[in-house]
């Protein structure tokens, strides 16, 4: 059997996050009543007008630069013509052969192995509305809200070769768009999201094979899922002996299967052609020069930084930095004097935790950097243990606050006294004399159990260096 690799491209849409639509007045506020965000224009009415969104284009612009594509002084809207009952129109109007934004590139790091994708093009679009299928009714709605809401699709080149630079790729781009603060980057809601091109070929071929696209997956689980099955869905049917049908599947994350949906379309069944009620799009030079200074420090140089400043590892560098607002909380627990690499592992483990448990982002925490790097401090102090700071965490967390002083209040300050760990130290070993001749007998392992007993003695409040220390002596 030959072997086959395979050759993807994605296509990620992104809602841009504009107060209004993108060629109309019309807010885009999610979980609004059916059919509240719609007016003549979003609605396709004979006779009105489109009116271009400046910041969606504003917004479009930003996320070329940050991928290293031209932006193009001048770009063309087109129609985009199908029918579909939540296109109300009977066309959407997109961008064709004059994107605003061509040629970047995106580069990733998969297994510690760097590779750069390939960005074809940045164009902008409009959403369509949302058909919604009702069994109890035996009837479909349509809810026009999305309607004309402006969306970017950031086409990429065939470059990825499997599920994880596909996932690393997305990762990196939604990380981008969030830093910008041009896309809440929510798969869950669908204002980021991806269509995923998928062939396969025989090792060394260079010719493409035939390829299936898989619409609208929104999760990165599902999208590797996705892919993985449909690789080993083509590569069962080229072994069998069946032909691979160029065709549009969706993914059923229940069954963790593809599912024929339509034949592909190819761009000449869509009849582009440009939209005569809008005039090309001209960005002015100054404006782009404007627009480019205003880029913020993006994922890519951040986790440079942090390497570099911070001394962290490129592992604990990339998780800092795949949110936005996490990287700043990050930035000022050090700035208030908490130690880079303390402060990361405490951000990585306990307080990411907390964050996910409670569905937060860093910046609605109210446990404030400050108070984090406070934590460190204590804990490197003596006061308490980590294992202490460990149990008090959810609620420092929850309420916020200064730990030193919720640690007084509480009485869990670390026992550091030798004298009365020596009083608590002696009672264990005399509660557990057989245990202390066999540990002089050479059985050193029972340390743990002494060390143990010491802890559970003082409530985990003793000093576990101080309890080692003076055990080892106590029993030699």
Same mark, same amino acid.
């Given at each position: 059997?030959?072997?086959?690799?395979?050759?993807?491209?994605?296509?990620?849409?992104?809602?841009?996050?504009?107060?209004?639509?993108?060629?109309?007045?019309?807010?885009?506020?999610?979980?609004?009543?059916?059919?509240?965000?719609?007016?003549?224009?979003?609605?396709?009415?004979?006779?009105?007008?489109?009116?271009?969104?400046?910041?969606?284009?504003?917004?479009?612009?930003?996320?070329?630069?940050?991928?290293?594509?031209?932006?193009?002084?001048?770009?063309?809207?087109?129609?985009?013509?199908?029918?579909?009952?939540?296109?109300?129109?009977?066309?959407?109007?997109?961008?064709?052969?004059?994107?605003?934004?061509?040629?970047?590139?995106?580069?990733?790091?998969?297994?510690?192995?760097?590779?750069?994708?390939?960005?074809?093009?940045?164009?902008?679009?409009?959403?369509?509305?949302?058909?919604?299928?009702?069994?109890?009714?035996?009837?479909?709605?349509?809810?026009?809200?999305?309607?004309?809401?402006?969306?970017?699709?950031?086409?990429?080149?065939?470059? *990825? #070769?499997?599920? &994880? $630079? =596909?996932?690393? @790729?997305?990762?990196?781009?939604?990380?981008? !768009? +969030?830093? /910008?603060? %041009?896309?809440?980057?929510?798969?869950?809601?669908?204002?980021?999201?991806?269509?995923?091109?998928?062939?396969?070929?025989?090792?060394?071929?260079?010719?493409?094979?035939?390829?299936?696209?898989?619409?609208?997956?929104?999760?990165?689980?599902?999208?590797?899922?996705?892919?993985?099955?449909?690789?080993?869905?083509?590569?069962?049917?080229?072994?069998?002996?069946?032909?691979?049908?160029?065709?549009?599947?969706?993914?059923?994350?229940?069954?963790?299967?593809?599912?024929? *949906? #339509?034949?592909? &379309? $190819? =761009?000449?069944? @869509?009849?582009?052609?440009?939209?005569?009620? !809008? +005039?090309? /799009?001209? %960005?002015?030079?100054?404006?782009?020069?404007?627009?480019?200074?205003?880029?913020?420090?993006?994922?890519?140089?951040?986790?440079?930084?942090?390497?570099?400043?911070?001394?962290?590892?490129?592992?604990?560098?990339?998780?800092?930095?795949?949110?936005?607002?996490?990287?700043?909380?990050?930035?000022?627990?050090?700035?208030?004097?908490?130690?880079?690499?303390?402060?990361?592992?405490?951000?990585?483990?306990?307080?990411?935790?907390?964050?996910?448990?409670?569905?937060?982002?860093?910046?609605?925490?109210?446990?404030?950097?400050?108070?984090?790097?406070?934590?460190?401090?204590?804990?490197?102090?003596?006061? %308490?243990?980590?294992?202490?700071?460990?149990?008090?965490?959810?609620?420092?967390?929850?309420?916020?606050?200064?730990?030193?002083?919720?640690?007084?209040?509480?009485?869990?300050?670390?026992?550091?006294?030798?004298?009365?760990?020596?009083?608590?130290?002696?009672?264990?070993?005399?509660?557990?004399?057989?245990?202390?001749?066999?540990?002089?007998?050479?059985?050193?392992?029972?340390?743990?159990?002494?060390?143990?007993?010491?802890?559970?003695?003082?409530?985990?409040?003793?000093?576990?260096?101080?309890?080692?220390?003076?055990?080892?002596?106590?029993?030699?």
């Amino acid at each position: 059997m030959p072997q086959y690799e395979a050759v993807i491209g994605l296509e990620v849409h992104a809602q841009l996050l504009t107060r209004s639509k993108i060629f109309c007045a019309c807010s885009t506020a999610f979980g609004q009543d059916p059919n509240e965000n719609v007016c003549p224009v979003c609605a396709g009415m004979p006779g009105v007008l489109p009116v271009l969104n400046a910041t969606a284009v504003e917004y479009a612009a930003k996320m070329g630069m940050a991928v290293e594509c031209a932006v193009n002084p001048v770009s063309v809207f087109a129609r985009k013509n199908y029918f579909y009952p939540d296109l109300p129109k009977g066309y959407q109007i997109s961008q064709y052969e004059n994107p605003v934004c061509e040629r970047g590139r995106v580069d990733i790091l998969v297994d510690a192995v760097p590779k750069t994708i390939g960005v074809t093009r940045i164009h902008m679009e409009e959403d369509a509305g949302k058909n919604i299928h009702s069994q109890a009714d035996n009837a479909s709605y349509v809810d026009l809200n999305r309607a004309c809401v402006p969306l970017i699709e950031i086409v990429s080149e065939p470059d *990825m #070769r499997s599920s &994880e $630079e =596909a996932v690393a @790729y997305l990762k990196e781009l939604r990380s981008i !768009l +969030v830093y /910008l603060g %041009i896309c809440d980057g929510n798969m869950e809601e669908g204002s980021f999201r991806c269509d995923a091109n998928i062939s396969i070929r025989p090792v060394g071929q260079k010719e493409f094979g035939t390829r299936t696209e898989i619409k609208n997956v929104n999760s990165f689980r599902h999208v590797r899922q996705a892919i993985d099955y449909e690789i080993q869905r083509q590569k069962d049917c080229l072994e069998d002996g069946e032909p691979i049908v160029q065709e549009t599947r969706l993914y059923n994350p229940e069954k963790n299967v593809t599912v024929s *949906m #339509r034949g592909k &379309e $190819e =761009a000449h069944d @869509y009849r582009y052609f440009p939209d005569p009620d !809008l +005039v090309p /799009l001209r %960005i002015a030079p100054e404006k782009l020069e404007r627009w480019r200074a205003e880029l913020p420090e993006l994922p890519r140089a951040k986790r440079a930084r942090f390497m570099e400043d911070f001394g962290l590892s490129a592992y604990d560098a990339d998780v800092l930095t795949a949110e936005r607002d996490v990287a700043e909380y990050f930035e000022a627990c050090v700035a208030a004097g908490g130690d880079p690499k303390k402060s990361a592992n405490w951000i990585m483990s306990e307080f990411l935790r907390e964050l996910a448990e409670a569905k937060i982002s860093a910046k609605a925490a109210r446990l404030r950097p400050a108070d984090l790097a406070k934590l460190v401090a204590v804990i490197d102090s003596g006061l %308490i243990s980590g294992k202490i700071a460990k149990q008090i965490f959810p609620e420092l967390f929850a309420q916020g606050g200064d730990p030193e002083a919720l640690v007084k209040a509480k009485g869990l300050v670390q026992i550091s006294d030798t004298s009365a760990l020596e009083a608590a130290i002696d009672a264990v070993i005399a509660a557990n004399p057989a245990e202390a001749e066999a540990f002089r007998g050479g059985k050193t392992k029972l340390m743990g159990f002494f060390v143990g007993q010491v802890m559970k003695a003082t409530r985990g409040q003793a000093n576990p260096g101080l309890v080692n220390e003076l055990l080892a002596k106590k029993l030699s």
